[in-house]
């Protein structure tokens, strides 16, 4: 092998200097060529097959081992445990939100890295894409799923990073290495501009061999997202309605199962990331499954988002009569055994979690800095394959989150709450068969509002929603500067002296620090300050 590798380093010395040599001896005129590695614009953006290759790049996410995405199933899983819902192995989503941050910091580095270069992706195609023979109805339609594309990028950039520099061409490097950050207000202004543009031109519904390319209703989702950030609620209303209204989606009875595979083309999904197995695929199995699964067991949910999860009479655990504290996992909303692995009571293809110190499982919760519960949520019975190499595609916006935002909207806007209204929203998601919880009845908004909070964080964990929630609603403070707890260890917390628990017998396992007034904007990448004297870094970094 060593011989293999000092043979392998020979050789390419040999071709570098061969290289360099026949370059310093060549005419002029050697570089007034196509490049012969890569397709040119220059000679690209001729047919219509030409259009869909370039369209299919821009739609191109992070795959493999790739970096921060808003795309990707393990970049949008981190987003939530950064939002308080749990913790990574390793701690590199944590240091996010844990008062740590710093402007080298390279995860919020990768997400401004990668989506910029799919914003420069999308601008060379809005550059040349006139240039096309084509249909004219299918180019529009191609343009207009493009700009949606590139304002869920800036949409994303803009609640992460506050202002930034809004490009909507190619820039050479120069121009590049000098913008200057955009306000807020003005892009979100471009952006509801794009969306609504967008959404006019695009289709109802596409057929499943075009699953993953923006519609009508996922161009309206994001701009539903943007809107109540804006705290627009009338016009997020009238946005999410349009949804409802369009009549192209629907809760899937069976809560767990709409992650697997086989329902990747539910209609309950308004956008994804498509992914092939072994061939375009990504690692999260490897990431999410317990060690005696055959996973890393990476990621440690919080006891704060177990105790979210109402009981089954609809009541949260500090009103409900059927919550008892010795066992506290019992009568609950099933969503809770569908979203966590519990010690001794979850089960995955017939094998039971254990986590509880003192066993010889791998997954004991004392072996490494784990809360003691895992990750249950898309993970698949029926998938064999590398758990490095999956396929399963990633959910970024599903029906109900639209239900659950019409509902806030109208809260919030003062629109007539009724009986009707909750029926027609929050009760279809939460009467989905495999659910079954009991019916929403409040009609005060205060309490409301309290309840389509805790259901949106229930329902929606671990798909990246809970830090933009907690951003928009005021709260990242207070959800961020405390201590979190894991697995009940005891019910004699009092003598108990094995590991630190609270007066409840639960886990002291984290603390975060978040950072009032700071850490509610990422910082500018330290790396483009330095290229660039026109950026300004955001107040505390």
Not at 206 to 235: H, I, Y
């Amino acid at each position: 092998m060593k011989n293999q590798i000092s043979k392998n380093i020979v050789s390419s010395t040999i071709i570098m200097l061969v290289v360099s040599l026949t370059i310093s001896g060549c005419k002029k005129d050697f570089f007034d060529k196509q490049p012969l590695d890569r397709v040119s614009d220059a000679t690209f953006w001729k047919t219509e097959g030409d259009a869909k290759l370039a369209l299919t790049g821009v739609y191109r996410a992070q795959s493999g081992w790739g970096g921060q995405d808003w795309w990707h199933p393990l970049s949008m899983m981190w987003l939530d445990l950064m939002a308080g819902n749990g913790s990574e192995k390793e701690m590199s989503p944590d240091r996010v939100t844990d008062g740590s941050l710093n402007s080298a910091y390279w995860v919020t580095s990768g997400y401004w890295d990668n989506s910029y270069q799919r914003i420069t992706t999308c601008n060379n195609f809005l550059a040349h894409i006139g240039t096309v023979t084509m249909d004219e109805n299918a180019k529009k339609v191609m343009i207009a799923e493009v700009r949606a594309l590139r304002a869920y990028e800036y949409f994303n950039l803009t609640v992460y990073f506050g202002d930034v520099p809004l490009v909507t061409n190619v820039l050479t490097i120069n121009e590049a290495n000098s913008v200057s950050r955009t306000s807020k207000s003005e892009i979100w202004s471009f952006l509801e501009t794009e969306l609504k543009e967008s959404a006019a031109l695009l289709p109802v519904t596409r057929p499943n061999a075009e699953s993953g390319r923006f519609t009508a209703g996922s161009a309206l989702a994001v701009l539903g997202r943007l809107q109540m950030f804006e705290k627009k609620w009338s016009d997020a209303a009238v946005t999410y309605k349009k949804i409802i209204d369009s009549k192209a989606y629907v809760v899937q009875d069976d809560f767990s199962q709409l992650f697997y595979i086989s329902n990747e083309f539910s209609k309950e999904i308004i956008l994804s990331t498509q992914y092939i197995p072994d061939t375009y695929s990504h690692p999260v199995p490897q990431y999410l499954y317990p060690e005696a699964f055959g996973g890393w067991h990476q990621f440690s949910p919080y006891n704060e988002l177990v105790k979210e999860f109402e009981c089954i009479d609809g009541k949260p655990i500090t009103e409900s009569p059927l919550y008892n504290i010795n066992t506290p996992y019992a009568n609950r909303d099933p969503r809770l055994d569908f979203t966590i692995m519990i010690s001794d009571r979850s089960t995955f293809r017939g094998q039971t979690y254990v986590s509880r110190p003192g066993t010889s499982s791998p997954d004991r919760f004392n072996r490494y800095g784990w809360s003691g519960y895992c990750i249950m949520k898309t993970m698949d019975p029926s998938y064999t394959g590398n758990l490095q190499n999956s396929g399963q595609n990633a959910i970024l916006i599903r029906y109900p989150e639209v239900l659950l935002g019409y509902l806030e909207s109208m809260i919030e806007s003062g629109g007539g709450l009724t009986q009707s209204l909750l029926d027609q929203t929050i009760n279809v998601v939460r009467k989905r068969a495999s659910v079954n919880m009991p019916a929403v009845t409040q009609l005060d908004p205060a309490a409301l509002r309290t309840i389509v909070r805790r259901e949106r964080r229930v329902e929606l964990a671990f798909e990246g929603i809970r830090y933009y929630d907690i951003l928009r609603w005021g709260i990242a403070a207070e959800e961020l500067n405390k201590q979190f707890t894991g697995m009940k260890l005891t019910n004699t917390p009092a003598t108990y002296r094995d590991f630190p628990v609270d007066d409840q017998g639960y886990f002291i396992y984290q603390k975060r620090a978040f950072k009032k007034g700071i850490n509610e904007l990422w910082p500018i990448p330290q790396k483009e300050i330095q290229i660039n004297k026109n950026l300004k870094q955001n107040a505390g970094y």
